[in-house]
Each structure stands twice: as structure tokens, then as C-alpha cells.
């Protein structure tokens, strides 16, 4: 993995004036992502409401896009 895929971009509302962009950068770790992408699937795994399930994979989906791309997924996948 990349040190570009390490640190993630901030997620800022596109109307954020450009000097408040310091204030709300935050680094976003693979290790952390990773991490909270494994405790909510073993929460998923243990949910037996359908509409919470989804809820919390949609949560893991936009997690995991906060540092990895469709691509990383794919090479992950093959190597599996």
C-alpha cells in the first residue's frame, strides 16, 4: 500500500473557506480502518434485524472508501 493510501483526504462540504481546511483535516490511518472495518463485521455477523444489518454495512462501506479504492478491493480479492 501507498503512503498516498495511507493518509486519507479530509471529507470537508465543498463550501468549506479554504482557511478552515487546517482546523478540520483529519489522518485516517489503514491500520485504524482496517480495524473498525473487522469490529463491524463481527457486529453485522451478531445483528439479526435486516434493516440494521444494512445500516451498518453501508457504514462499512463508506469507512472502507475513506482510504481504500474499488481497485485495492480487487487486488485483495485475487489474492485471496
Do not use: H
Not at 500500500?1 to 485516517?28: A, F, R
Amino acid at each position: 500500500m501507498s503512503e498516498e493510501q495511507e493518509l486519507t483526504q479530509g471529507v470537508l462540504p465543498l463550501d468549506t473557506p479554504m482557511n478552515d481546511i487546517d482546523d478540520e483535516y483529519e489522518v485516517i490511518t489503514s491500520e485504524e480502518v482496517d480495524r473498525v472495518l473487522a469490529a463491524l463485521e463481527e457486529l453485522i455477523c451478531t445483528v439479526d434485524s435486516e434493516n440494521i444489518r444494512c445500516c451498518l454495512e453501508e457504514a462499512s462501506e463508506a469507512i472502507f472508501e475513506l482510504i481504500y479504492t474499488e481497485e485495492d478491493l480487487e487486488i485483495e480479492e485475487e489474492a485471496a
